[in-house]
């Protein structure tokens, strides 16, 4: 079939089963405008800022573990992609993003809005594409997605010249994709498999350490049935919480700078840790020569270059998280003893009734920790859970029982304040019978506070529930426990009036105060189905505990004040 | 741990901005380039980029994986067992003794390649070593510029 080659790009996009994509038109890209208005095979989102189209195509990602589409023109729309495409390149989020460029003729001239885009995103894209030739379009938009959504998962750009998306050709979509330089071990070595089964039949103290992987590999089912049937205890990572479920006994919590002791005891005194799709990331490590300093390591990842970056390994698997797991329920079944690992359990028991993940509450002011515990009770495990960036991420991750995977959407790896809000946006087009809610602080919200436009004209009732502390919060607590209290541009006291700027862009707000008042804003939240801020003045001053100060050893950690000790 | 010196032979893809993929990787993640060299390999859509880079062993194998990672990338070869070669032009002045340097040359696998009215070209391909020692060697010849060409390496 002959057409342009806007009409292929919209065309492909259609043949990748694509429902929304999230963009932001502009010169470059206007003639693929063009085409997206005489379709209706898929529905387009108008953010209000480009990053927001990508961390809102991210969002529809993480929740349903397609692949996400956004869509920006040349210079400076490509350039304001460039922080979702880092974060998703971060946490191996499957996305593909469209960028319009200058035309062929132009590219090199400082042309108007000309930047390179290749050259800038190569770094935080898993692959990207500049289209030279109209021919070429079909496969690189097929190859694009496959390189997506394969392997270790990651971005990828396509920057699409103006006169490429003007020249008419023949559209030929290919079938399948031939990339001889690209092929993902998926499968995982069954001699090391074996081996690392030895390993953990022999161990006393194993460990399993759950990463992000578990997660986009879907692998939830298999690593509960994994620790079930061995009944050995297991942490997760900030990008796993939901893998195993919160109720499950034998879940430890999340680990690292900011994990519960008995999680981060266990990794310290651990004689096998069972690395499951994690990275063994600095905020999870802590000071590498202490970390898991008795332990022999299994590493399963399907990157091998996460393997032995960090740490040395002993039974490297290079393999989907999914395909390992089942083998080594193979080889564990009818052999392995839970029994075995009975004193393990009983002494990571006995670190998590000593210190258990706590806070002081109170009535007079509200604890930011008793919110989320508090969502959690009303909304439990319904709902989806995006966050922002800082303290209140880092509350959310400890305290929200989270029951499955894709239930916990944050930017992990590269922290990025202002991913919550967008980031919802597209959690909720990707189901939108969840109540989704972004748990965000006062900083952090103002970065893409325009979305409350996009999210009342489109009619997606996302629920932002700000802590507000009037602080940067994290910023804030390093200054007070290694910076002498020196509150360097951090005291955010003066601030807008979060209820009246929501109303301003149509949408609902709040202000709360007392707990009562919370119950009563959520739920009148939920019922008006409406874009939403709920604006709740939190203990000022809080700190979130246990935090092992960066660069020391896990087992340091500064622990939460005890009730009466405050 | 102590540093190697490995050379890495990698075969990729011939296209636009593969180049810049393996330079910006090495850029970006910090790791070093002694020398870089780049040319298409006959009769196929592929280019062979040879690198010598030093490191400790483990980052010499986080050098070799992130290689592996790139999409273009179709092999990637470090082997201690490679036949290494490099290449060095040398310009003297015509006052320098012609006979002394084309000997010098020669026992260096080379000899002079060029003669012009004030100038003359020695030109020289060996181990990356014995070129270091060449161009010891002829430091008394007052070289008014020397260019050298970066390794190219092939497995044993």
Known sequence: ?566 | MENVRRVISVVVENESSVLSRISGLFAGRGYNIETLTVAPIPNTNHSHITIATKGSPRLMEQIIKQLHKLVPVYKVVEHSEMVEKEMVLVKFPIEESLSDIEALCGAYNGGIVNVGVDMFIGMVADEPFRIKHFIEAVERYNPKEIVRGGVVAIER
């Open chain 1, 1 to 566: 079939m002959k057409m342009n080659g806007a009409q292929m790009v919209c065309e492909a996009l259609i043949a990748e089963g694509v429902k929304t994509v999230f963009g932001y038109p502009g010169g470059a890209i206007m003639n693929v405008y063009d085409e997206i208005y005489k379709q209706d095979g898929f529905e387009h989102i108008l953010n209000r800022h480009e990053q927001a189209s990508v961390h809102a195509a991210d969002g529809y990602a993480r929740a349903n573990g397609e692949v996400g589409v956004a869509m920006v023109t040349s210079g400076p729309g490509f350039t304001n992609a460039v922080t979702g495409l880092a974060t998703a390149y971060m946490d191996s989020i499957p996305m593909v993003v469209i960028s319009g460029q200058v035309p062929l003729s132009l590219i090199g001239t400082d042309g108007f809005q000309e930047i390179d885009a290749i050259g800038i995103s190569r770094p935080c894209t898993k692959h990207n594409f500049l289209v030279r030739e109209l021919s070429e379009l079909p496969r690189i938009m097929k190859e694009a997605f496959h390189i997506a959504r394969t392997g270790r998962p990651g971005p990828v750009l396509v920057d699409v010249p103006k006169d490429i998306t003007a020249e008419f050709g023949e559209f030929v979509y290919p079938d399948s994709v031939n990339i001889p330089s690209y092929s993902p071990t998926i499968k995982g070595n069954q001699r090391q498999i074996d081996k690392a089964v030895e390993a953990i039949l022999k161990a006393k103290k194993p460990l399993l350490y759950i990463g992000g992987g578990a997660v986009l590999s879907n692998a939830s089912d298999l690593v509960r049935k994994l620790a079930e049937m061995s009944q050995i205890p297991a942490v997760e990572t900030l990008m796993a919480r939901g893998v195993m479920g919160a109720k499950n006994p034998l879940l430890l919590g999340m680990l690292g700078m900011h994990g519960n002791y008995s999680s981060n005891m266990a990794m310290s005194e651990t004689d096998l840790v069972i690395s499951l799709g994690a990275r063994f990331d600095d905020r999870v490590t802590g000071k590498l020569s202490e970390f898991a300093k008795y332990a022999d390591v299994i590493h399963v990842d399907i990157d091998p270059a996460n393997i032995g970056k960090l740490v040395d390994v002993d039974y490297p698997i290079v393999g989907d998280v999914t395909e390992v797991i089942e083998k080594m329920i193979l080889g564990l079944k009818s052999k392995v003893k839970p029994e075995r690992y009975a004193d393990w359990r009983e002494v990571l028991e006995r670190y998590d009734n000593l210190h258990p993940q706590s806070f002081i509450d109170t009535d007079d002011v509200i604890k930011p920790q008793w919110v989320i515990e508090r969502i959690g009770e009303l909304v439990g495990e319904q709902a989806i859970i995006t966050s922002d960036v800082g303290q209140h991420q880092m509350w959310a991750a400890q305290h929200y029982p989270f029951d499955r995977p894709r239930q916990w959407i944050n930017s992990g790896g590269l922290g990025t304040m202002g991913f919550g809000f967008p980031a919802a946006l597209g959690a909720k087009k990707a189901h939108p019978q969840k109540t989704v809610i972004n748990i965000t602080g006062d900083g952090s919200i103002l970065m893409n506070v325009q979305e409350l436009v996009t999210a009342a004209e489109y009619k997606i009732p996302v629920i932002n529930v700000i802590l507000n502390n009037h602080f940067l919060g994290m910023v804030r607590q390093w200054q007070t426990f290694f910076y002498e209290e020196r509150y360097s541009s951090t005291d955010l006291s003066f601030q807008p009036n979060y209820k009246a700027l929501a109303e301003a862009c149509h949408g609902i707000g709040y202000d709360v105060t007392t707990k009562a008042e919370f119950d009563a804003a959520l739920k009148d939240a939920i019922e008006k189905d409406r874009v939403a801020f709920i604006n709740v003045q939190v203990a000022r001053f809080e700190n979130v505990f246990p935090m092992v100060p960066a660069a020391s050893a896990l087992y340091n950690m500064m622990l939460p004040p005890k009730e009466g000790e405050q």
